[in-house]
């Protein structure tokens, strides 16, 4: 069976030769592929096209970058860098997907778990550092 448009999710394109400036909050997806400079913020996922340009701070569940981007990126779960992105400042992910080719200059953290608190630190920093699997 095949799926019609009605049935796919929603989508908000923002087109070529569109230039936004502000703050846009949506649970639906975003298509970013023209210039947008401010806040974006999606509960769902995020698309920056090859000839997109988007400055400011941007929120999403997940997201593919194919163009270029400056400002801070949070990205609640998988974060895909396709070989043409280039990427500027702080990045924020729980899992990363790097082509070769795309480039980031900047500071990038992947959130692989829990972090412990200050006030849990053990004595030996190493040890705290060092992962521990259980087989079973």
Known sequence: MHSTTADAPPVTTLSD???FKGTYQSEESLRVC???VGKLATQ???AIAQAAVVQGTVRAQEAVVAGTFYGDLHVEDLLVLTHTAR????IKTGRLRMDEGALILGACEIRVGTVPSVTARSADPVQELTPSFSVG
């Open 17 to 19: 030769n569109t230039l």
């Open 34 to 36: 023209g210039r947008t």
């Open 44 to 46: 769902n996922h995020l």
């Open 87 to 90: 990427m500027s400042g702080q």
